[in-house]
Antibody, heavy 120, light 106 residues
Framework: EVQLVESGGGLVQPGRSLRLSCAAS????????MHWVRQAPGKGLEWVSG????????GYADSVKGRFIISRDNAKSSLYLQMNSLTTDDTALYYC?????????????WGQGTLVTVSS | IQMTQSPSSLSASVGDRVTITCRAS??????LNWYQQKSGKAPKLLIN???TLQSGVPSRFSGSGSGTHFTLTISSLQPEDFATYYC?????????FGQGTKVDIK
């Protein structure tokens, strides 16, 4: 059974940093790209970042480019999101998501999310 | 790539036929996904590649389109279908979502 478990969320002040983690199990982690998607309270889904299986292809939404860094550790079956220079606009539930086989942008498994609240 | 859904919300009755439209700002071929999200839950992939129904998704859901214009149709709305629906471009990074369409009870 595929499982994605996010952690690392919490309350953080504007301008500070936070690192999210996603522990994956139930599939061969290094066969797949992985993604972060967020959802601000009462708002829609926003794709944040994605990383290929070998970390060679990485993409970011314009809203986080230059502030967030995605990475992965295939030996630990883990995905990370380093979030720097946080603003109140980054307040959201952050989901880790796995794509379908041979469809790197089609997200068929999602975690339950970890909540990030940016507030002074 | 910008994704624009319409309408942003709609009210419908059980048994109604419902159509949601998604437009891309540039051609994405058939690289278009549809998701369903119920309150407090993670999104669920319904359709990928514009028209491929995922395993376990009822056949009343269907998707069509290519290029810049896509539709999600629910042929006969059921009580469990009241939710928010999102399209997503999956051509390449960034994998942009539409703003969502909330389907609620009339």
């Amino acid at each position: 059974e595929v499982q994605l478990v996010e952690s690392g969320g919490g309350l953080v002040q504007p301008g500070r940093s936070l690192r999210l983690s996603c522990a994956a199990s139930g599939f061969i982690f290094d066969d797949y790209a992985m993604h972060w998607v967020r959802q601000a309270p009462g708002k829609g889904l926003e794709w944040v970042s994605g990383i290929s299986w070998n970390s060679q292809d990485i993409g970011y939404a314009d809203s986080v480019k230059g502030r967030f860094i995605i990475s992965r550790d295939n030996a630990k079956s883990s995905l990370y999101l380093q979030m720097n220079s946080l603003t109140t606009d980054d307040t959201a539930l952050y989901y880790c998501a796995k794509p379908k086989t041979l469809a790197p942008g089609s997200l068929d498994y999602w975690g339950q999310g970890t909540l990030v609240t940016v507030s002074s | 790539i910008q994704m624009t859904q319409s309408p942003s919300s709609l009210s419908a009755s059980v048994g109604d036929r419902v159509t949601i439209t998604c437009r891309a700002s540039q051609s994405i071929s058939i690289y278009l996904n549809w998701y369903q999200q119920k309150s407090g839950k993670a999104p669920k992939l319904l359709i990928n590649a514009a028209s491929t129904l995922q395993s376990g998704v009822p056949s009343r859901f269907s998707g069509s389109g290519s290029g810049t214009h896509f539709t999600l149709t629910i042929s006969s709305l059921q009580p469990e279908d009241f939710a928010t629906y999102y399209c997503q471009a999956s051509y390449r990074n960034p994998y942009t979502f539409g703003q969502g369409t909330k389907v609620d009870i009339k």
